[in-house]
């Protein structure tokens, strides 16, 4: 790798290459035919072509969180870069390690209001967590290996590369950069040992101590899910978890409370506001999760652990902040708790009060006549494909929450849907960047009829590549998360979430070159499901679920855990006009 | 299950609250001295809603890669540390001190007053800018145009003198601010 004279868009390939990329997302255009030509010329990293931009940065979204390496995207200018703008915000949100190269007009034109030309680091600037314009070719390969560095380390993240088309003609030395040493930007890896300490006496002396994980535990490593599992045997707390947290903790577990939150499980939402000791590992006290702020965990001391001391104090006050990744601070957590020899303090009475929440039963539903509820639906998949270890996607609504409350996860990286951002049109595109980084594995997105028309284009991309994924729908015909919130705040008037006119989907299927199977009635469900995951190809199942249900346990907003709507029982037809102005 | 020390003490989580009062803070801010840095300081304030009250830079080391930015913002104590949080995320960022918070500091701003008149009110106008120490850097018959430095304090107080003899415009440069002693921020 001594110094060898390339173009620009050869340095970004042998960078990307001695980077370990092994495949990108991408869609090409004029002000990225340099380097497409390039691409074409090696055999080191293989290509994705997808079918619209937005799908290529949930495709790397979807291979990194699956894979846990970080995704790569390839697009032109212009309309490339704002298309692929949603996707950049979507994996900010949700600290997801992707790196986008957008195609920019060359560097005398920038300014002139050129073909294609948008102001791609001004526009992307705040929903990027870095990026940068190259207008050097002898600048690029350094910035390429910083670009990862910073997607990857500290809280992941989104980084955007805009790279004018004269800059990857222009030629320059390649030579491998070595360790990245940046002036700014060092994260913390090990979190404060006197705090950590004091962290393992406050969960010893804890009488009703609860563990709170997040996305943070995911995202450090598998490492972080082993020392969490280890963590709860010695403490014997009970445990729960954010939408993006599922997995890190195995739902077997008689610890495992099932998610909190909106939607979360009452026993959750129960414990979390009535515990004396909260630990939040690797999440950010999201308004999702916290309710009504002055009604959140009212008597709790709050321990914090985060990689972002920004998460620190943002929203909810803390007693203890630990700065550090989650993995490294449980690590350093359970070996005080064993070398000072600390014993829990965890009550009988608190877990008989957890028993007694968990005997509310909340997320029964019952299955009677041919209707399908969509509970069912995904119980039934559920048992299908139980030894299978299967990823699920997810768009985003009714079905996603669904999803999350009745498909138990017993390992990390296997549950990959848009939480922060909340993208609509998210897993069908993050489903191929799955099955892309794991061919043999069962990868399948729940989704629901009005998300999947969002991104349907990339059926296509998905025959190209031969990627066997399963497309199981839960088709309402209504927008069923919009319509539950005009039963709940509007009195059921049900404004434009209706979809008048949905396509034939099994015939739109086939016409892409996927299987189709249409669900109407529960007689048909096992059979569909087990035609669906006998077929050797991608599949689209239609399923027809109840048109009116609605998604429960939940908080409408504004409110506080303990005033969770259990069914539609409980649900008013109006809320008060400052309720009403929260999302 | 053992009897350990006592469980930790109760607390009672403090929510959002609007009620508590706003303080004024200036941040030293050092950052790479690169294209579209002062974007992403002045985006992240007005995407999260923070103030701004002044804001100065200007490149301050020898080979010009580093800039030194002096913000002045108002919010309560919870915003302010926010704040703080936030800009030292941002990548370029090298390190953010909170001046108000760190102890004592000097703060000086600068400003030119153009004042037009003639007779008895130009005559107090310059005997005005003799007590402030402003000093006048442009004159013709009918007007002048004051230099003056200071505090915000000082500098606002003698703007609001020359408003009756004959302000015509203001121009400020915003605060700039050190921590005083020998030492860095």
Redesign the interface.
């Known amino acids: 790798m001594s110094g060898r004279d390339l173009s620009g868009a050869e340095i970004l390939l042998e960078a990307l290459s001695d980077l370990g990329v092994e495949v990108i997302f991408g869609y090409p255009g004029g002000a990225v035919l340099p380097i497409y030509d390039a691409l074409h010329r090696q055999k080191r990293i293989r290509h994705i072509l997808v079918r619209h931009e937005q799908g290529a940065v949930h495709a790397a979204e979807g291979y990194a969180r699956a894979s846990g390496k970080p995704g790569v995207v390839l697009v032109t200018s212009g309309p490339g870069a704002t298309n692929a703008v949603t996707g950049i915000t979507d994996a900010l949100m949700d600290s997801i390690p992707v790196v986008v190269i957008t195609g920019q007009v060359a560097t005398h034109l920038i300014g002139t209001d050129a073909f294609q030309e948008c102001d791609t ?2 526009i992307t ?2 929903c990027s ?2 990026n940068y ?1 190259v207008k050097e070719t002898a600048r690029l390969a350094e910035v390429v290996h910083e670009a990862f560095h ?1 997607a990857t380390t500290g809280r992941p993240g989104p980084v955007v590369i805009d790279l004018p088309k004269d800059v990857q003609v222009a030629r320059a030395r390649y030579q491998r950069p070595g360790a990245i040493a ?4 060092r994260p913390r890896l090990k979190g404060d040992l006197q705090a950590i300490a004091a962290a393992a ?2 969960l ?4 009703r101590p609860i563990l709170y994980t997040g996305g943070g535990l995911i995202n450090s490593g598998p490492m972080a899910s082993q020392k969490l599992r280890e963590l709860a045997g010695l403490t014997g707390a009970p445990v729960t978890s954010t939408l993006m947290g599922l997995g890190a903790f195995p739902a077997s577990s008689p610890q495992w409370l099932g998610m909190l939150g909106m939607h979360g499980t009452y026993e959750a939402n129960m414990a979390m506001n009535q515990c ?2 909260m630990v939040c590992l690797g999440a950010r006290f999201d308004d999702r999760v916290t309710g009504r ?2 009604g ?7 321990i914090h652990v985060d990689i ?3 998460s ?6 803390v ?1 203890l902040a630990i700065e550090g990744d989650v993995g490294h601070v449980l690590d350093d957590l359970v070996k005080i708790w064993k070398s000072r020899g ?7 009475e608190w877990w008989n009060r957890i028993r007694g929440w968990r005997a509310v039963d909340c997320l029964a539903f019952t299955q009677a006549g041919p209707e399908i509820e969509p509970q069912h639906a995904i119980a039934r998949l559920r048992e299908a494909v139980a030894g299978r270890d299967p990823i699920i996607t997810t768009e985003v609504g009714q079905h996603q929450m669904w999803a999350a409350q009745h498909f138990p996860f017993e390992k990390p990286n296997r549950w990959l849907t848009s939480g922060g951002l909340g993208t609509m049109g998210y897993g069908l595109p993050a489903a191929i960047g799955a099955q892309v980084a794991f061919p043999s594995r069962l990868v399948i997105d729940i989704a629901g009829e009005a998300s999947i028309l969002m991104n349907i284009q990339e059926m296509s991309t998905a025959v190209q590549y031969r990627l066997p994924i399963k497309l199981f729908v839960l088709n309402n015909e209504y927008m069923g998360m919009v319509r539950q919130w005009q039963d709940l705040t509007y009195e059921g008037r049900h404004a434009e979430s209706y979809t008048a006119a949905l396509p034939d989907f099994v015939k739109l299927a086939e016409a892409f070159g996927w299987k189709g199977i249409r669900i109407d009635t529960e007689d048909q469900l096992d059979a569909g499901i087990a035609a669906m995951l006998a077929h050797d190809g991608p599949v689209f199942v239609d399923c027809r679920v109840k048109k009116h249900a609605n998604c429960f346990p939940m908080i409408p907003s504004g409110a506080a855990h303990t005033e969770m709507l259990l069914s539609d029982a409980d649900v008013s037809g109006e809320l008060d006009t400052a309720a009403e102005a929260l999302v | ?16 609250a609007p009620e508590e009062p706003a303080e004024r803070h200036t941040l030293s801010v050092t ?2 001295n690169e ?2 840095v002062l ?2 300081i002045t ?2 304030f007005s ?1 999260r809603g923070y103030n701004i009250e002044s804001l100065t830079v200007a490149d301050v080391s020898p080979d010009h890669a580093v800039s030194r930015i002096t913000i002045v913002t108002t919010g309560p104590r ?1 915003v302010v ?2 704040i703080h ?2 800009l ?2 941002l ?5 953010v001190t909170d001046l108000t918070e760190a102890g004592p500091h000097v703060e000086r701003e600068l400003a030119l007053v153009k004042v037009a008149g003639k007779g008895e009110a130009r005559v107090e106008a310059l005997r005005l800018a003799d007590i402030f120490r402003a000093r006048p850097v442009d004159t013709t018959t009918s007007s002048f145009i004051f230099e003056i430095s200071g505090s915000t304090g000082k500098v606002d107080q003698f703007i609001a003198l020359m408003r009756e003899v004959g302000l015509v415009e203001v121009a400020r440069t915003g605060v700039a601010a050190m921590a005083r002693g020998k030492d860095p921020a």
């Not at chain 1, 600390?342 to 009988?348: A, D, F, G, K, Q």
């Not at chain 2, 299950?1 to 959002?16: E, S």
């Not at chain 2, 990548?91 to 390190?95: D, Y």
């Open positions: 680091v001004g600037r705040h967590k870095h314009l910073i940046h002036k700014s930007y006496e406050m010893a002396s804890a009488e004396d000791l702020l002055d959140f965990s009212p008597r709790s001391a709050k972002d001391p920004s620190f104090n943002k929203t909810v006050r007693d600390l014993r829990p303090s965890i009550t009988e | 299950m053992n009897a350990g020390p006592p469980p930790p003490a109760a607390r009672k989580a403090r929510p959002l950052v790479d294209a579209g974007g992403r985006g992240l995407a919870r540390d926010q949080a936030q030292e995320r990548v370029p960022v090298h390190s």
